[in-house]
Structure formats: structure tokens, C-alpha cells
């Protein structure tokens, strides 16, 4: 069973930068599918970045192209999201997930998530 753990939430103004990591228990070349994910207070659950773990692919969804990006660490077992330029539109509580096999683009099959931390952007 893996084990994802998340931190580097926070509050931060408008403009702000913020990384998050997310530190797997097992070597993350064994899940392929590293994602991250973010929730807004009555909104559902969507998918913001993902990565596969073995070519290193990344994906970054239109809303935080350009201002996000999602990276690995291998030796760490950890995958990051450096954030920067926040907006208010990006507070949310932000999730870590995995998916062992399968399109990394695929963010509906996720099956492992973190605990994640909360992100909050003032104006």
C-alpha cells in the first residue's frame, strides 16, 4: 500500500509562490502516475498537473499552465508543485495522488491519495 504524504501549504497574497511536496512510501518509479489535484470549498475535485514518473512527462491543466509546474525527485520519492503567481482562485486544499499504470492524463483513475494541505490565496 502506498503512502503519500503532502506539505508546503499556507496562506500567501495574491502574487505569491508556494511549493508543495508530496513524499511517497515506496520508490515513485513503482506508481508511473504521479498527480495533483485540488478541491474548492463546494466545488468537486480536479486534477491540476500529473507527471509519469519513468519518461518524466508533465501535464498541466489551461487554469495554472504557465504558473505551475509539477517535478520529481526521484532519490526523494517526492513529486513537487512549484506554484507561482497564486490568484484567490487557487485556494483550495491541494491532494497528492498516484496511479500505478494506465495514461497519466487520466485523472479520474487516480486510486491513491494523500491527506492534502490546504492552500489559501488572499486578494
Known amino acids: 500500500q502506498v503512502r503519500l504524504v503532502e506539505s508546503g501549504g499556507g496562506s500567501v497574497q495574491a502574487g505569491s509562490s508556494l511549493r508543495l511536496s508530496c513524499t511517497a512510501s515506496v520508490n515513485i518509479a513503482r506508481v508511473n502516475c504521479m498527480g495533483w489535484f485540488r478541491q474548492s470549498r463546494g466545488q468537486e475535485r480536479e486534477g491540476v498537473a500529473s507527471?509519469?514518473?519513468?519518461?518524466?512527462?508533465?501535464f498541466h491543466v489551461r487554469s495554472v499552465k504557465g504558473r505551475f509546474t509539477i517535478s520529481q525527485d526521484k532519490a526523494k520519492n517526492t513529486v513537487y508543485l512549484q506554484m507561482n503567481g497564486l490568484i484567490p482562485e487557487d485556494t483550495a486544499v491541494y491532494y497528492c495522488a498516484a496511479r500505478p499504470r494506465g495514461s497519466c492524463l487520466n485523472f479520474s483513475e487516480y486510486n491513491t491519495w494523500g491527506q492534502g494541505t490546504q492552500v489559501t490565496v488572499s486578494s
Open positions: 507527471i509519469d514518473t519513468i519518461d518524466e512527462d508533465t
